[in-house]
């Protein structure tokens, strides 16, 4: 890095909801964000730009069958996966998206191939159309632990709200093991922001149900900071929780009142998520009103992750 580079920076989710069920759980997902995280960092000190970071780091995630994202994703009431992801670059200041796209191994890509397009939010039939267009392969995302889920599911009518989301183990079953999608976060070497969120959904919803993450209330960035949400999409949209926070930051916060006075105001409405996010000092923020949050970050000096948090604080931060 030369001296008039910035101090890069990251932090990512797989997840938000109950807690792990297991010590053995919580290494194995540790294992899984350090190794995105360190990767992205990686790339990051290279000279990777922020969006470019953002989507490889949720390339990396997409692929973990561990995360309800890309391969992995949950089911939803019909059998079918739909997943949803987006992308916003902070210089730019422009989200793009792909609401409820089927058969595609990275939902990233499709968001990303969005930013240059004057039409930047695409659903089902468009994000179909968008896959035949750009020739990209025919891809199952499908695992066996979700199929089991799904089927126990069925077989009791579909009495759950959303599906178990963080696989702690390879093929068990732990329904209650959380919710939530993946997401990236990063600062690069030019100051540079950007923001990413991919989802299978909550899990067991209603075909056309459409998630927060490919919108403003689940990803944002701008220049001053980048936010990615997870948990309950309903949640997130009726507090527009990403783009709150950043334009807490816009109106003079730090990041840190950003979070504390945003999961507060939630808190107070029982909501059920969590966040992550940076801002363009370099300052590092998470939340959650959920039981565990499961984020993962890179300092520049050090990493650390959220596992273990489940007290009853709302945020925290890393300057
Ligand atoms: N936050 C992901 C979803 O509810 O779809």
């Known amino acids: 890095m030369s001296v008039n580079q910035v101090q890069p920076k990251v932090i990512i989710h797989g997840g938000a909801g109950s807690a792990l069920k297991s010590q ?40 973990d069958p561990r995360f309800n994202a890309g391969t992995g994703s949950v089911l939803q009431s019909d059998g ?10 902070g210089t730019t200041q422009r989200l793009s998206g792909v609401i409820n796209v089927s058969r595609v191994q990275h939902p990233i890509d499709l968001a990303q191939a969005l930013q ?28 066996e632990i979700r199929l089991q889920e799904w089927l126990q599911e069925r077989s009791e009518n579909f009495i759950k709200e959303a599906a178990g989301v963080v696989a702690e183990k390879e093929l068990v079953d732990d329904p209650e093991a959380g919710r939530g999608t993946i997401g990236v976060v990063v600062l690069d070497t030019q100051g540079n922001l950007a ?19 490919a919108m403003p209330a689940g990803n944002y960035a701008t220049a001053e900071a980048a936010i990615s949400c997870t948990g309950i999409g309903e949640d997130i949209i009726d ?9 807490r930051v816009t109106d003079g916060l730090s990041l840190a009142d950003a979070f504390e006075r945003s999961f507060t105001e939630a808190r107070g409405r029982q909501r059920d998520f969590g966040a992550i996010g940076i801002d363009a000092t370099g300052a590092i923020a998470f939340g ?10 890179h300092t520049g000096e050090q990493m650390g ?11 925290g931060f890393i300057s």
Request: proline letters at 2%; one cysteine or more.
């Open 24 to 63: 053995e759980g919580a290494d194995a997902v540790r294992k899984s964000l350090y190794k995105v995280v360190e990767e992205v960092y990686t790339l990051l000190l290279a000279g990777a730009t922020a969006q470019a970071a953002v989507v490889h780091g949720c390339h990396l995630m997409e692929d």
């Open 80 to 89: 079918q996966i739909r997943m949803s992801a987006s992308l916003m670059d």
């Open 116 to 143: 240059a397009s004057p039409d930047r939010v695409l659903s089902d039939y468009g994000s179909a159309e968008l896959v035949r267009e750009l020739q990209v392969p025919i891809y199952n995302p499908m695992i």
């Open 195 to 213: 923001a990413g969120t991919s989802t299978g959904g909550k899990g067991f919803e209603r075909i056309g149900r459409v998630s927060d993450s």
């Open 239 to 247: 507090e527009c929780l990403a783009a709150r926070i950043v334009v």
């Open 288 to 297: 959650k009103t959920s039981e565990v949050l499961l984020a993962a970050f």
């Open 305 to 315: 992750d959220t596992l273990e948090w489940t007290g009853d604080t709302l945020s």
